[in-house]
């Protein structure tokens, strides 16, 4: 079992930064691949960005890309998102997710933390 926890969530203004971190629980091959996803209140939980752990390969959905990173602290099975330049539409629960296969349907994904609120106020 794959247990993720997430917290870094906040209030910034338009154009700020905010960094969030993802603790795991020890490596197994269930979380080969780790991504954020972000939903706002009445929409869809989106895909944001996904993570290898093995190679440190990553992928970003276009809305985020050059302005979000994630990346990976080993030592201290941490995931994190650094985010840039916010904009109100980034506004959302992010959330932390586990398997095996980077996908980007959130329902193939198995494992979850409980999200962590971002606010962008312009």
């Known amino acids: 079992q794959v247990q993720l926890a997430e917290s870094g969530g906040g209030s910034v203004q338009a154009g700020g930064s905010l960094r969030l971190s993802c603790a795991a629980s020890v490596y197994t091959s269930s979380r080969e691949n780790m991504a954020w996803f972000r939903q706002a209140p009445g929409k869809e939980r989106d895909w944001v960005a996904c993570l290898t752990t093995s190679s440190g390969n990553t992928a970003y959905a276009d809305s985020v890309k050059g302005r979000f990173t994630i990346s990976q602290d080993n030592a201290k099975n941490t995931l994190y998102l650094q985010m840039n330049n916010l904009k109100p539409e980034d506004t959302a629960m992010y959330y932390c997710?586990?398997?095996?296969?980077?996908?980007?349907?959130?329902?193939?994904?198995?494992?979850w933390g409980q999200g962590t609120q971002v606010t962008v106020s312009s």
């Open positions: 997710a586990a398997d095996r296969h980077c996908y980007t349907l959130p329902t193939n994904w198995r494992y």
